[in-house]
Structures are given as C-alpha cells and as structure tokens.
C-alpha cells in the first residue's frame, strides 16, 4: 500500500490528481466515459498551460498524479509534460492505450522521461473478451507485451479493469491472470453508465457482492495491492467480513479521515473524494470521473482552491493563457 495514503489529509487535497490530456484515442471501447474519438480536441489544454497546471499540482503536494485520456501518447507533448512533472517534484503514473503507438522504446523512453507507474487496461482474460471490449484486435497482446516490457526496464505496473456485464462470467480467469503478471497495482473499476457506457451493462447487486468475495479473498494472498473505484459499498463489504471473522478490533485500522480501510490483506479502497479528474479542454471539468461541468468563470476560483475542498464537489478551473 502507498505508504502516503494513511498521511494524506483528504480534507487538503486529493489523494489522486487526473488530468485528461486528450480526447483521442485509436480504441474504441464499449464503455468508454470519454467517448474518445481519433482526432484531438482543439479545446485541450496547450503544453504551457499543461505545465501550469503540473505546477499547481506540485504545489498542492498531491501524491499521485495520473495523465490519462483519451490515449496520452496521441500528444505530441507527452515526454516534455513528464520529463517537466519530474522536475518540480511530481510523482506521474500513465495510462497508454494499448495500441500499435504503444512500443518498447515508448515505454523505455517514458521511464527515461520519469514516468514513476505505467497503468494498462485488461478486461478479460482471453483476447477475443478483451479486444471485443476494447474495439480493436490485438490490444490484449499489446496490453501483455507492455507489462512485460515495463517489467524487464524496472518501470512498476498498474493493471485496470472494468467489470460489467460483458466480463463478469470471466472473473476468476482475470484474477489468475493478475496472479500470474508482475504488478504492483491491481485498480478494479466497476462500470458507470456514462459516456459510451450502457445501463443495460451495470451488474446487479448480487454480481457486486459476487466481485467483492472474490476481491476480498484475493487480497488476503495478492502480492500487489488492489483499489477499487465507483464501488463505496465496498467498504460496508470489508466491515462485514471482519464482523464475521470475529476479528478483534486493532485489525480494523482507519485512516485519519476514514476514508480507507486496511485489514489482513492489500487493500486500498477508492472514494470520490480521493480522486479529483482534470478533464480534457479548457472549458469543460469533472470535479469526479463521472460528473461533466461547466468551468468556473473567474479565474479567482482556480481548481487547486476546489481540489482542496473535494468534498465540496466544487466545478474545478484552469487558468487560461
Ligand atoms: S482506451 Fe480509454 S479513452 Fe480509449 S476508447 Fe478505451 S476507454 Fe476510451
């Protein structure tokens, strides 16, 4: 578990920072929020203005700060915004698209840049679920020759997954899978009907339950940790595991705002408020992943005010150029 994540006042700022680079991207996923598209959005932030918002970042002292899309490597910028993250202090994880842009010496040159974490998506465990998933044939080749390549240069591994009802019947092949990867992160989403995402692919209440069992009983032997987004009543799901086990109450360690939950195993659990998306153009935000608002129009009200307040929900701004 990141060590940061039982020091980190949620009351100042996020414990995660995302900022959506871009709208395109070559997938073309079922679920996709961003209803991604191939072009870039003339509207997205420009290099310089990316910067300034790398240096509120660094001034917020935000742990985790996440550069995701769209697909990240269809900017241009992309080396220039990390290698300059690194250099006023910020910790960068990634999350390419598994597309034919992402090559070995793509992921070497990110690590040389200083990419601290490399974030790939797998949403099945055979080809023919994942790349129906993903829109595109050969992402889940792509997608295992990007962990292996990470893996042999030393650059850490986060593997996302999206459970809905197209996958949900191949979880436990998924969860040996993750078993059998190098990885230091397992970050377990579970849809949200936005975007391209469908009602009709929401599990059930009884497939929720059915993923927590089978998350919960991986975490107690996983060697890396697991964090699961848009899925609060996990942590109603870990107290009543405890209860049962009748485990004694020093094993339930909160953190300082009881947000997350640690017991026996690997656990990290997400909250809303602990994650704060920057999305994609200079006028429009998301103060969480699945809220679109309109920005604020005083640039008084700057989103690093919001982002310290993410209880408060507020509609985050970038300054313009
Ligand atoms: S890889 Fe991400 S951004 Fe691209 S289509 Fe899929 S969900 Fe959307």
Redo the contacts with the bound molecule.
Sequence with gaps: MNPQINTTDFNERPFIAIWEVTQA?D???V????S?QPDRNPEELSTDEGKRLIDQIAALQVPVFVLT???PIKRPDLFELIEYARSVGVRVSL?P?ATPLLTRDVVVRLKEAGLARLAV?MDGASAETHDAF??MSGSFARTLDAVRWANEIGLPVQINTTFSRRNINEIDAIVGLMEKLKITLWSVFFLVPTGRGKLNDLLSAEEFESVFAKIYRLSRTASFDIKTTEAQHYRRYLLQQRVAERKSEQSLTRSTNGQSMRSGGRHEVSMMARDSSLSLTKEKYFPVGFFPCRRATSESKGWPKSIANPRSFGIYATPRS
């Design positions: 991207c997938l073309a996923c679920h996709c929020r961003a991604a899309g769209g697909d999350t698209s998506s993903r829109g």
